[in-house]
C-alpha cells in the first residue's frame, strides 16, 4: 500500500472513530426520556408508541415543536419531557434517532394477497379514485425524505390510528393526507397497513 492509501485509510477511520464519538455524545441522557416508550435505540416494542428509528429528523423536529404548542394531540405524552427540553435539545434527539438502525417489523398475520393490494396502492395509487401513489411523496422504499416522514418498518397498528386521525384534524401539518385518505376505503387502508411495515 503507498503512502497516500495509508493516509486516506487513517483519516477515515480517525472520521469514523469521531462519528462513532459523535453518535455517543448525540445519545446523552436527553435520550431517558424518550427511551421508555419508543425504546433507547427507537425501535419501540409496542405498537402504541411510533418508532423512531431512521426517521426523518426533519419531521420529528417539527412533530415535537407541534406536541409543546399542542397542535397535535398526543394526549400529554410528552409533556414531562418537553418541559425538560429546548429546542438544540430537541434538534439533538431528532438527530439522534434520525441515525438509528430500524429494526424489521413486519405486520404480523398479512395474507400474500393483502401484501399484494398494498403494494399496488404504495407505488400506484388508485387514479380512478383520486388516490396517488405513497411512493410519490414517502419514497419507493418508504424511506421517506425532507418532506414526507419515512414509513417503512412501523408499527401496522399504530399507522392505522394515524390514517383515522387525519380526518379529524388532529394533524395540523397533515393537510395533504386529510385529502388522500378521503379518496381510501376501508379495505386499502387495510391492505396498506399490512404492507408498510414490512417494506
Ligand atoms: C410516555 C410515553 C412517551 C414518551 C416518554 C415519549 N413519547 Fe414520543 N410518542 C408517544 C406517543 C403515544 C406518540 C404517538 C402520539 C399520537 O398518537 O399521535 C408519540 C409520538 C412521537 C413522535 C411522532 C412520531 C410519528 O411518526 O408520528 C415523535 C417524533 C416522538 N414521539 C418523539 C419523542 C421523543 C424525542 C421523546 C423524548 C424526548 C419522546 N417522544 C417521549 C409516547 C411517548
Ligand atoms: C403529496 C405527498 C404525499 C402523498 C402522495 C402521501 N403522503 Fe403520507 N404524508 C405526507 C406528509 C407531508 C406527511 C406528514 C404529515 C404531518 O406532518 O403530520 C404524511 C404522513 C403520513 C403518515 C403518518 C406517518 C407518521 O409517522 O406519523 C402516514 C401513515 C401516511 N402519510 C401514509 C400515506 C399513504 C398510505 C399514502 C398513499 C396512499 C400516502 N401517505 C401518500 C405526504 C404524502
Request: charged share 20%; with cysteine; hydrophobic share 45%.
Amino acid at each position: 500500500m503507498n503512502d497516500g492509501a495509508c493516509r486516506v485509510k487513517t483519516g477515515r477511520l480517525i472520521f469514523l472513530g469521531w462519528m462513532a464519538m459523535a453518535s455517543a455524545l448525540a445519545a446523552p441522557q436527553a435520550v431517558q426520556l424518550c427511551a421508555s416508550c419508543h425504546g433507547a435505540d427507537g425501535n419501540s416494542a409496542s405498537p402504541r408508541f411510533p418508532r423512531l428509528a431512521g426517521q426523518q429528523a426533519a419531521f420529528m423536529e417539527q412533530q415535537l415543536e407541534l406536541f409543546r404548542e399542542r397542535k397535535r394531540d398526543d394526549k400529554g405524552a410528552h409533556q414531562a419531557a418537553l418541559g425538560k427540553l429546548d429546542a438544540a435539545a430537541v434538534k439533538g434527539l431528532a438527530a439522534y434517532f434520525a441515525a438509528q438502525q430500524p429494526a424489521a417489523n413486519p405486520a404480523a398475520g398479512a395474507d400474500a394477497k393483502l401484501l399484494a393490494a398494498g403494494r399496488k396502492l404504495f407505488m400506484e395509487g388508485n387514479l380512478a379514485v383520486g388516490t396517488p401513489p405513497c411512493f410519490s411523496c414517502h419514497g419507493d422504499r418508504g424511506e421517506g425524505n425532507a418532506t414526507a416522514p419515512r414509513l417503512a418498518g412501523q408499527h401496522s397498528a399504530y399507522l392505522l390510528s394515524q390514517l383515522q386521525v387525519f380526518d379529524v384534524s388532529q394533524r395540523p401539518a397533515a393537510a395533504e393526507m386529510q385529502e388522500i385518505v378521503k379518496t381510501m376505503s376501508a379495505d386499502d387502508i387495510k391492505a396498506l397497513v399490512a404492507y408498510i411495515p414490512g417494506m
